[in-house]
């Protein structure tokens, strides 16, 4: 597969790429847990394999200062104990249903634990942050965003 991307969204579509920017500003303007933004948007990110948005959050988590054991090991937040906490856990559990809506739904008990930790408002911002790298993930993947550092030469060959 190549890294040439297939379009320039900004240049061909650049009113609905301003909406869309939009939009997750209006969803990033609330407040919520920075940590935790990152962590969804890396995980839904994984889930979505958009190699663009992984590049740009894991390269936003390091420099918020999370620790590289747990971006190594997020992919399999359930098995790692209490890496991540509770309220961390219920935002991930709530990404990972919202992603992958295989059942067409968000199941009840995953909606009720995000509520046990989160707030009405932090609960609405959190949904839409996980929608809104949802849609960003969609974009890049579909016109093949290539990763900023590989645009940058910011890697060796060993990537």
């Given at each position: 597969?190549?890294?040439?991307?297939?379009?320039?969204?900004?240049?061909?579509?650049?009113?609905?790429?301003?909406?869309?920017?939009?939009?997750?500003?209006?969803?990033?303007?609330?407040?919520?847990?920075?940590?935790?933004?990152?962590?969804?948007?890396?995980?839904?990110?994984?889930?979505?394999?958009?190699?663009?948005?992984?590049?740009?959050?894991?390269?936003?988590?390091r420099?918020?200062?999370?620790?590289?054991?747990?971006?190594d090991?997020?992919?399999?937040?359930?098995?790692?104990g209490?890496?991540?906490?509770?309220?961390?856990?219920?935002?991930?559990?709530?990404?990972?249903?919202?992603?992958?809506?295989?059942?067409?739904?968000?199941?009840?008990?995953?909606?009720?634990?995000?509520?046990?930790?989160?707030?009405?408002?932090?609960?609405?911002?959190?949904?839409?942050?996980?929608?809104?790298?949802?849609?960003?993930?969609?974009?890049?993947?579909?016109?093949?965003?290539?990763?900023?550092?590989?645009?940058?030469?910011?890697?060796?060959?060993?990537?």
């Amino acid at each position: 597969m190549t890294t040439t991307p297939r379009m320039d969204l900004w240049k061909v579509a650049p009113s609905m790429m301003k909406g869309m920017r939009g939009f997750q500003q209006a969803a990033s303007a609330e407040e919520f847990d920075s940590v935790i933004a990152e962590l969804v948007k890396i995980r839904a990110s994984q889930i979505n394999r958009c190699a663009y948005c992984l590049d740009m959050h894991l390269t936003d988590a390091r420099k918020k200062g999370e620790t590289q054991q747990r971006l190594d090991l997020l992919a399999a937040w359930e098995e790692v104990g209490d890496l991540f906490t509770e309220r961390e856990r219920a935002a991930l559990a709530l990404t990972e249903a919202v992603t992958e809506l295989t059942d067409g739904y968000v199941p009840d008990e995953v909606y009720e634990r995000a509520a046990k930790h989160f707030d009405e408002r932090e609960l609405a911002a959190l949904i839409g942050q996980i929608v809104a790298i949802n849609a960003w993930n969609r974009f890049s993947v579909t016109v093949r965003g290539v990763p900023q550092s590989m645009l940058d030469g910011a890697r060796g060959s060993a990537g």
